[in-house]
């Protein structure tokens, strides 16, 4: 098992441009996560998804979308980057939602100059 | 609004003796942490976790300890070994009320000297 896998590993964009984040777990879960990791500070969590078809806002959504068209794809696109979204991004993915430990993917590195 | 909080970014410890990093919460309805090991380039791994019913949880040489009354809870690594060399962090959640969304802390960078 790869476990969650994303890519690109790192990747710089411009102001405005957009991109789509990656993310493929080969675990059979039905739940998902996008966080970012500001220097410094926790994870946080952008969105979330319980099932093929079914998203829903984390802490911090504004500036994301998703989609979840497969158990095992859970994308996060940004729309007309900003510097505020220089960030490292993890995927997770997790068996069950409650009293279970989500697996986390190795981050995307991005750079918004 | 830090809802969990680790206050000392960082530790050093010799090896071979006891690792203690700490973590306090403020919300009361959290009732599931979790402790997260993170080494550079890499995802965050599981490492422990311990239900609110609980006060203790062991594996290995980790040890959680959990006091609800004062919202605390933290990571005992008993010997600490430079292969422990990581940032940890810790996550909480509400499991209970029907989330599963976890907060997690800012992270404890431990160095583990030999």
């Known amino acids: 098992n790869a476990g969650v896998t994303q890519t690109p590993k790192f990747r710089i964009l411009k102001i405005g441009q957009s991109m789509t984040l990656q993310c493929t777990q080969d675990?059979?879960?039905?739940?998902m996560y996008w966080y970012r990791q500001d220097p410094g500070m926790g994870l946080k969590l952008i969105y979330y998804?319980?099932?093929?078809?079914?998203?829903d806002k984390g802490e911090v959504p504004n500036g994301y979308n998703v989609s979840r068209s497969t158990t095992e794809d859970f994308p996060l696109r940004l729309e007309l980057a900003a510097p505020s979204q220089t960030s490292v991004y993890f995927c997770?993915?997790?068996?069950?939602?409650?009293?279970?430990?989500?697996?986390f993917g190795p981050g995307t590195r991005l750079t918004v100059l | 609004d830090q809802q969990v909080k680790q206050n000392s970014p960082s530790l050093s410890v010799q090896e071979g003796r006891i690792s203690i990093l700490n973590c306090d919460y403020t919300?009361?309805?959290?009732?599931?942490f979790l402790w997260y090991k993170k080494y550079p380039a890499e995802g965050p791994t599981f490492l422990i976790s311990?239900?609110?019913?609980?006060d203790k949880n062991e594996d290995g040489r980790f040890t959680v300890f959990l006091n609800k009354s004062a919202k605390h809870l933290s990571l005992h690594i008993v010997p600490s070994q430079p292969g422990d060399s990581a940032v940890y962090f810790c996550?909480?959640?509400?499991?209970?009320?029907?989330?599963?969304?976890?907060?997690f802390g800012t992270g404890t960078r431990l160095k583990v000297l030999a």
């Open positions: 997770a993915s997790s068996y069950e939602p409650t009293y279970n430990e989500q697996f």
């Open positions: 675990m059979n879960h039905n739940y």
């Open positions: 998804s319980v099932g093929a078809g079914i998203t």
């Open positions: 919300n009361s309805m959290f009732d599931y």
């Open positions: 311990i239900s609110s019913i609980k």
């Open positions: 996550a909480a959640s509400a499991q209970g009320s029907g989330t599963y969304k976890y907060i």
